[in-house]
């Protein structure tokens, strides 16, 4: 029987899967001899647009993707024969079998394999989230999920495949809903067609459930649209546990918010401690307290040092000045009585400010807030913003051993430094609890004007 060639240089082998109105084949290019993957999508009864884009979707995502446990982007047909017409993507064919058939073959992973598993996949995450704009799987699951290799000691090589649901974030507010995914892996707001990075780490948390208890996330019980799984997996560590069930929150304040975030926390579990800690730095009055639900940073008053002292010296000795120009008749007393008044007003207020002014930044699921206390007053130094909203951690070399952090929002940016009375290894201190806590990369600007990304 003569095997089927596709654009004059793809030999079908077999059929992979099927659906209505699409397939999967295995093929090998004829110019290279290698296997490929060939995803088609036919013109017929059935056909829908929505499926057009979102297949020419997958083509355009992958062909702008290159990372080793991805497929690659090959090429892209137009079918056009008597029988058939349509589109194909042709894309690197990745051996393996997919955590699905392994499951299916009676294959258990142990708590290891699954954290590794896992640590994997968020690396696939983190690169797929920090493209911009961001790329949103939207359909993470056993059956998109391949191992290659798999030995008794090593989870094996991951994969991660099917970009057939793939959305970016420029593209998420394009006027019509689309619910993708598949149910038990998807979260609850891609119910609504709303997708973001959160959603895949659902789709992850999902899955690795699978993986632990043997079932499928709709064959276990739910309460409050929480998967209730811990009583199947005593056997498991407890902060694995707490991680999965943080991981497949239902609410979106309440879930992982990153990758990396996701990342940091498995590799740390006493991130996803609920129980409140307090954190010191040697050498330092700054009192910092976090658990997985906030984390808090209070400056206390600076109190007096040289500096204020020298300052507070410089405003007395231009009010000798002022005084002797009056004696002198140089200065008209309306005008030395405003500027004795200023700077007296001045002085009082700064050294109150040394002694009692208490500067607190915190954050938790909802919110980033920054204020300022002053003898039981409370004014925010600026306005509150969404959790979500946080998008850059920075420390800015502003001077010779003189830095501040600055936590950049979509609109607006929190700065703590010397303002604060911060010292050069306070601010990286401050700086990595807050990576490790938002789950984000510090970005380090040199004086010269360059940046580069520390971990």
């Known amino acids: 029987?003569?095997?089927?060639?596709?654009?004059?240089?793809?030999?079908?082998?077999?059929?992979?899967?099927?659906?209505?109105?699409?397939?999967?084949?295995?093929?090998?290019?004829?110019?290279?001899?290698?296997?490929?993957?060939?995803?088609?999508?036919?013109?017929?009864?059935?056909?829908?647009?929505?499926?057009?884009?979102?297949?020419?979707?997958?083509?355009?995502?992958?062909?702008?993707?290159?990372?080793?446990?991805?497929?690659?982007?090959?090429?892209?047909?137009?079918?056009?024969?008597?029988?058939?017409?349509?589109?194909?993507?042709?894309?690197?064919?990745?051996?393996?079998?997919?955590?699905?058939?392994?499951?299916?073959?009676?294959?258990?992973?142990?708590?290891?394999?699954?954290?590794?598993?896992?640590?994997?996949?968020?690396?696939?995450?983190?690169?797929?989230?920090?493209?911009?704009?961001?790329?949103?799987?939207?359909?993470?699951?056993?059956?998109?999920?391949?191992?290659?290799?798999?030995?008794?000691?090593?989870?094996?090589?991951?994969?991660?495949v099917d970009f057939g649901s793939v959305q970016n974030q420029a593209a998420k507010f394009c006027g019509t809903i689309t619910v993708v995914g598949t149910y038990g892996y998807m979260a609850p707001e891609q119910f609504g067609g709303r997708s973001v990075p959160a959603s895949d780490l659902y789709g992850l948390g999902a899955t690795l459930i699978y993986l632990v208890t043997g079932l499928h996330p709709t064959e276990l019980s739910q309460q409050d649209l929480k998967i209730q799984f811990a009583d199947r997996v005593t056997h498991l560590n407890s902060n694995l546990v707490d991680w999965l069930e943080w991981m497949t929150e239902p609410s979106l304040n309440k879930r992982l918010s990153s990758a990396w975030e996701a990342w940091l926390s498995l590799k740390n579990p006493c991130s996803t401690d609920k129980t409140t800690m307090a954190v010191q730095w040697q050498g330092s009055d700054i009192k910092l307290t976090k658990n997985?639900?906030?984390?808090?940073?209070?400056?206390?008053?600076?109190?007096?040092?040289?500096?204020?002292?020298?300052?507070?010296?410089?405003?007395?000795?231009?009010?000798?000045?002022?005084?002797?120009?009056?004696?002198?008749?140089?200065?008209?007393?309306?005008?030395?009585?405003?500027?004795?008044?200023?700077?007296?007003?001045?002085?009082?207020?700064?050294?109150?400010?040394?002694?009692?002014?208490?500067?607190?930044?915190?954050?938790?699921?909802q919110q980033i807030s920054y204020s300022s206390h002053l003898l039981g007053l409370r004014w925010n130094n600026s306005k509150a913003a969404p959790r979500p909203d946080i998008c850059q951690l920075e420390i800015e070399q502003i001077g010779y051993k003189v830095s501040q952090m600055i936590i950049q929002t979509s609109n607006q940016k929190y700065r703590l430094g010397v303002k604060q009375g911060l010292s050069e290894s306070e601010i990286e201190w401050l700086a990595t609890e807050l990576s490790q806590w938002l789950g984000l990369k510090i970005q380090i600007t040199l004086t010269d004007g360059k940046k580069k990304i520390s971990m």
């Open 1 to 160: 029987m003569t095997s089927k060639i596709l654009a004059e240089r793809y030999e079908v082998q077999r059929q992979l899967g099927k659906q209505t109105g699409r397939q999967t084949l295995l093929a090998r290019d004829l110019q290279t001899q290698k296997l490929v993957v060939i995803k088609q999508l036919f013109l017929g009864s059935d056909f829908e647009w929505q499926d057009l884009k979102l297949f020419e979707r997958e083509a355009e995502t992958l062909k702008a993707l290159s990372h080793p446990a991805i497929p690659r982007y090959l090429d892209y047909l137009e079918i056009d024969e008597a029988d058939t017409k349509g589109f194909a993507l042709v894309q690197t064919y990745v051996e393996g079998k997919t955590l699905e058939e392994h499951l299916h073959s009676g294959r258990t992973f142990s708590e290891t394999e699954v954290q590794e598993l896992a640590k994997s996949l968020l690396e696939i995450l983190i690169y797929l989230h920090e493209q911009n704009p961001s790329v949103i799987h939207r359909d993470i699951k056993p059956s998109n999920i391949l191992l290659h290799s798999r030995s008794a000691h090593s989870v094996g090589q991951v994969y991660l």
């Open 292 to 365: 997985s639900e906030f984390i808090e940073v209070i400056i206390p008053p600076q109190e007096v040092d040289f500096g204020l002292s020298a300052m507070l010296s410089g405003l007395i000795a231009t009010q000798v000045t002022l005084l002797i120009s009056f004696d002198n008749g140089d200065i008209h007393p309306h005008l030395l009585l405003i500027l004795g008044s200023f700077l007296a007003v001045a002085g009082v207020l700064k050294f109150i400010e040394a002694l009692f002014l208490e500067v607190r930044l915190r954050i938790d699921r």
